[in-house]
Nanobody, 125 residues
Framework: QLQASGGGLVQAGNSLKLSCAAS????????MGWFRQAPGNEREYVAS????????YYADSVQGRFTISRDIAKNTMYLQMHSLKLEDTAVYYC????????????????????WGQGTQVTVSS
């Protein structure tokens, strides 16, 4: 089970950190990812981290501004977001994929096996 939290209302240019707490198996047993969905849009890939934590991928739209990380002891994944833009406004979801290797398919929501409930991030001007 995945529980996303940390969303809120923030001004453009500021920062926010999302958390995804997992229960049950260790998050090191999964490829973990973040997605987001704005009203009227499809669910969009944001970032992912592989089982060892040594490989991280980002969408071009967030590269250099967002950082994905995890704390195995807390069984929690994070998404640190800096320099937030109006277009970052969305519901953010965390997800877990049972695959062993991370390739281009991890950008597709259909690749993931488990999902959190989402947390709203609203960026204002």
């Amino acid at each position: 089970q995945l529980q996303a939290s940390g969303g809120g209302l923030v001004q453009a240019g500021n920062s926010l950190k999302l958390s995804c707490a997992a229960s049950g198996r260790s998050i090191s047993s999964y490829i973990m990812g973040w997605f987001r969905q704005a009203p009227g849009n499809e669910r969009e890939y944001v970032a992912s981290i592989n089982r060892s934590g040594g490989l991280k991928y980002y969408a071009d739209s967030v590269q250099g501004r967002f950082t994905i990380s995890r704390d195995i002891a807390k069984n929690t994944m994070y998404l640190q977001m800096h320099s937030l833009k109006l277009e970052d406004t969305a519901v953010y979801y965390c997800a877990a994929d049972r695959s062993y290797y991370m390739d281009h398919r991890i950008q597709s929501p259909s690749e993931y096996d488990y999902w959190g409930q989402g947390t709203q991030v609203t960026v204002s001007s």
